[in-house]
Structure formats: C-alpha cells, structure tokens
C-alpha cells in the first residue's frame, strides 16, 4: 500500500538534493550493488562523524543514510565524497532506479547464477536511457538469483529470479508488489534482461501518464490498464518466452518473510560464506560501522549490505568474524538468535522525524517479549510488531499482527494490518499498548489451545 499523498515527499534525499528531517538534512548514498570495500564504509563513518550526528541509517532497500547533517554541513561532505570511488556524486547523473540484486550473489552455492554481471549491465544500460529519470522515487527493480536468500518481502515494480531449466538458466519476470502479489509475464535469457527491463519501464510512464494521481508504482498501473496492455506497449507480447511453472494473469507462491538471512553463519561450518549481523532497527553508530570496517579488512573480506537490514562479513573474514563475534555483538549488533529485536519492525520517530511525536526504537525495547510471542502466533512472519511514528510507516509496509501508531504523544493499535490501516483502539499510553498487546498474545494462545489447526485461520 502506498503512504497516504499527504504524508509523501516527492524525491528520495541525495548529495544532490538532501532532505529535510527532525534532526537535520538526510541524504542517502548510491554504492556499488554488489560489495563495498571497508576502506569507503571506514569513510563513511568518517563523516557522518565530520558533517552529521554520527548516524547512520541501514535501509529496508540496502543503501546507507546519513542524518543530522546540515546547509553549513553539506558543502564538506560533497567534497568528501567527490573523492571517494563508488559513491555517486552530486555532479553525476542521480541513479534512475532501486536496483536490488541478491546480497550473496556469487557466495551463495544453492544459487542459480551469480546475478552480478547481470546487474551492473542493467545499470550501465540505464544511466544511458535519460528519459527513465522520470521514473517515480520508489521504482524499483530485483533481480534474484534464485538461491537461499530470495527478495520475496520487496515490493518491486519489476521482478527478475533466476531459474534453472533444462537448457541452462533464465530469468522469469514477473511485475507489481512482493512475491506473492507480482503477475509473473514470462521468461528471458540472462543476456535480455536489461534491455527487457528497459521496455517495460518505458512503458510504465508513457501508460502512467502524468495527471496528479498518475499510478506511481507498477502494480497500480495494471490495476488500471491490466497486463497485457502493458506488454503491447512495451513490445514484449512476443519476445517473452513461456514456461510450464508460469499461469497466465496467477500471483506467484505466498510470501514469507525472510528468516534465513537473520541466520549468523552461512556456508559450511570450517569455512564459512559469510557471517551476518543484524542492525537494530536498521540504526548504527559511526563507531559500529568503523568496527564493521575494521573487521573485514583486518582479514581481507568485503561487506555485503542487505534490505533485511543485516550486514555480511562475506569471503575469507567470515571465520574470523565469527570468532570475534563478541567484539561485534559489544557494540551493539546482532550476532545471534533469538534476539527479541528481530521481532519488532521500529521507525526513528521523535525526535528524528518532523512528523514524529511518540519514539518508535526506544518504546520497542519495552515490547521485546510480546513481539516474539506475536511473531511465533504468525506463521510466516518474523515481525510481531511495528512501531510507527506516523500513518506513513515508513519501517514497514506491509502487514503486521499488531501495529502502534502514532499520534499526539500516544498510540493507536492495528490488528493485523498496516499503519495507514483503521485502528480497533486509539490513544494508548505505553503502558497501555503493552497490556493490549499481551492480551490479544493470550488469546491467540488460548485460540491454539482449544484449536490444533489454529494456524489455518490466521
């Protein structure tokens, strides 16, 4: 579900057009798509420290932000980066689109193909096509590789997964929403996705038109238009090939969150992929991501940012990491399981955010245990609760067992919803949620106990 028009801003921050928020300007830097080397993430902390708070936002998309920077700020930190190799600066054309490719790309054995070669095609192939910078902010791309770490929970506008087929791999593409909503529209060889990419971006906004209440993302356009138009416009009715598992106009399979990338060792035990750690609420420190930094380059590794908002030590310092996982988990990361913050989906609130009157990330460690309690009551899910600041949910979009809103200083409950969804109850203190929260626990556990097939009706 979109936010509500009068929540939107219009334009994603960046070096070039930073955006105002509760604690300063907030930009968001464009890496490189596949790993960043820790000598740039070193730098980045850098001046987070230099220019802003010392903040540092993990995205739900896998890019960094940094905050509390300001108009006095912004001059120093563009010339920090105008220096820095892989990071877009202001005086480079902004990147058109969200491309999201399978963080362990390339490490992942259960994978398909290694999608990177794909994904640095396809952005190559877009910085040369000028009239897709008219794309809306939130477009988005995935291209998966089909392996253990899926991208089910992105709602792209354009799927790519790799498929392995008799006569070698493929991509099925599929469009609008998460998997799970996206129509799947045929397949195509490795070497025409980025130009199958293309038409159907093009064709998105000649059919979006460009009226006020023009679709800003793809699923709404087919809700108006249906697919096959689409396919006419973008050319594709007869260069998309079919395969036996794809069913005209048919969702894909149900989508389940990801749980697997929470996971803190990957590969064989001897010799790990990767080692993995989650960020709390998608927040760290400059001095957590130094820390991060100095890890993996102390054993010669690269870092793997992740929309789960978790981080990978990938390569030769996943042993290591491993071992010293203790120094990681000290400062304030996630290095094992259960953690009850894994359950809790929390925005930056008040005073972060102008629109922020409750503080999502410091209420959600008073919630810890009921959030587990509703993840385990939600088959499929890893979130039990999402904290918002505001009706615009920004940590989440999509829905939740129990959702807290807010709004004047207290909270409105969602049951099994989003934020910009009605609530059963308004104006709850703290105290208040907490209690509501464990009542409706204990009735979903006293449902299972009266019902062994309880979980078919959630």
Do not use: Q
């Given at each position: 579900m979109s936010a509500p028009a009068e929540l939107r801003r219009g334009w994603c921050p960046s070096l070039a057009?930073?955006?105002?928020?509760?604690?300063?300007?907030?930009?968001r830097l464009s890496l490189p798509a596949d790993s960043v080397p820790p000598a740039l993430l070193r730098a980045i902390a850098s001046c987070a420290r230099r220019f802003g708070n010392g903040l540092i936002d993990l995205t739900s998309r896998g890019n960094l932000q940094l905050r509390g920077l300001s108009e006095v700020t912004m001059p120093g930190l563009v010339e920090a980066f105008s220096s820095f190799e892989g990071v877009a600066s202001p005086h480079e054309p902004a990147m058109i689109c969200d491309i999201i490719m399978s963080p362990l790309s390339g490490l992942d054995p259960r994978a398909v193909c290694d999608v990177r070669p794909m994904v640095r095609a396809l952005r190559e192939r877009l910085a040369h096509e000028a009239s897709l910078y008219a794309l809306p902010a939130k477009f988005c791309i995935t291209v998966e590789d089909g392996g253990d770490f899926g991208l089910d929970h992105v709602a792209?506008?354009?799927?790519?997964?790799?498929?392995?087929?008799?006569?070698?791999?493929?991509?099925?593409?599929?469009?609008g929403g998460r998997e799970g909503e996206a129509r799947p529209i045929g397949m195509c060889a490795p070497s025409s996705l980025p130009e199958i990419a293309v038409a159907l971006a093009l064709a998105f906004l000649e059919l979006r038109g460009v009226s006020e209440d023009a679709p800003r993302r793809m699923a709404d356009l087919l809700k108006r238009i249906g697919t096959e138009t689409l396919l006419r416009?973008?050319?594709?009715?007869?260069?998309?090939?079919?395969?036996?598992?794809?069913?005209?106009?048919?969702?894909?399979?149900?989508l389940r969150e990801p749980g697997r990338p929470f996971i803190m060792c990957y590969g064989r035990e001897d010799d790990p992929a990767c080692f993995g750690m989650a960020v709390p609420f998608g927040q760290l420190t400059a001095d957590q991501l130094d820390h991060v930094a100095n890890e993996t380059e102390a054993f010669g590794g690269e870092v793997r940012l992740t929309p789960w908002?978790?981080?990978?030590?990938?390569?030769?310092?996943?042993?290591?990491?491993?071992?010293?996982?203790?120094?990681?988990?000290?400062?304030?990361?996630?290095?094992?399981?259960?953690?009850?913050?894994?359950?809790?989906?929390?925005?930056?609130?008040?005073?972060?955010?102008?629109?922020?009157?409750?503080?999502?990330?410091k209420d959600a460690l008073r919630l810890g245990r009921v959030a587990q309690g509703l993840a385990l009551s939600s088959p499929g899910r890893r979130i039990g609760i999402h904290i918002s600041g505001c009706a615009k949910g920004c940590a989440r979009s999509t829905s939740t067992k129990a959702t807290l809103v807010g709004r004047d200083g207290?909270?409105?409950?969602?049951?099994?919803?989003?934020?910009?969804?009605p609530p059963i109850r308004e104006?709850?203190?703290l105290e208040e949620a907490k209690i509501a929260?464990?009542?409706?626990?204990?009735?979903?556990?006293?449902?299972?106990?009266?019902?062994?097939?309880?979980?078919?009706?959630l």
């Open positions: 057009r930073p955006m105002p928020s509760g604690d300063g300007l907030l930009v792209a506008d354009i799927r790519f997964k790799a498929r392995l087929l008799a006569d070698g791999s493929s991509f099925m593409v599929a469009l416009s973008a050319g594709l009715a007869s260069r998309l090939s079919h395969h036996p598992d794809i069913v005209e106009g048919a969702a894909s399979p149900a908002r978790a981080i990978f030590i990938a390569n030769r310092s996943a042993m290591k990491a491993m071992e010293t996982s203790s120094r990681l988990e000290d400062s304030g990361l996630i290095t094992r399981m259960p953690d009850p913050r894994l359950n809790i989906a929390a925005c930056a609130g008040k005073p972060a955010c102008v629109r922020g009157t409750v503080s999502p990330r207290r909270y409105d409950l969602v049951i099994d919803g989003t934020a910009a969804d104006g709850l203190t929260l464990e009542e409706l626990e204990e009735e979903i556990e006293a449902e299972r106990m009266r019902d062994p097939h309880w979980e078919k009706h």
